[in-house]
């Protein structure tokens, strides 16, 4: 917190920054800033940043990433500024999300 002065990033903020990360890189990868082609990059690579590690990008889209189950913590609980959840639980994106047999997506080839 001391480098960003005293921000803390929220999960739109924490979010953006990986996704903007991967698309530039798969900008470099594939030699083009093309959406067809950068698009299917992004897919081909494995997402790794602060949160993933080798997750895939589904054809529909999808980020399988892993997923949690918080809970509110109590005020006595909390240790310090915006200490506001307890992790009960981390599961897979595979468990998570609806498999791609059931996507609806018109990307996904049936």
């Known amino acids: 917190m001391e480098r960003s002065g005293g921000f803390i990033p929220n999960l739109i ?3 953006t920054y990986p996704s903007v990360l991967h698309y530039l890189k798969a900008v470099q990868a594939a030699g083009t800033d093309e959406g067809k ?16 590690k080798n997750v895939e990008i589904r054809p ?3 980020v399988l990433h892993k997923n949690f ?8 609980e909390s240790k310090y500024r ?14 998570t999300y609806r ?12």
């Open 13 to 15: 903020t924490a979010g």
């Open 37 to 52: 082609a950068v698009a299917a990059k992004m897919r081909e690579l494995p997402v790794n940043d602060f949160y993933n």
């Open 60 to 62: 529909d889209g999808r």
């Open 69 to 76: 189950l918080m809970k509110v913590k109590s005020p006595t």
């Open 82 to 95: 915006r200490d506001y959840y307890k992790v009960m639980a981390e599961m897979s994106g595979a468990d």
């Open 99 to 110: 498999p791609l047999s059931e996507s609806q997506c018109p990307l996904v080839q049936k």
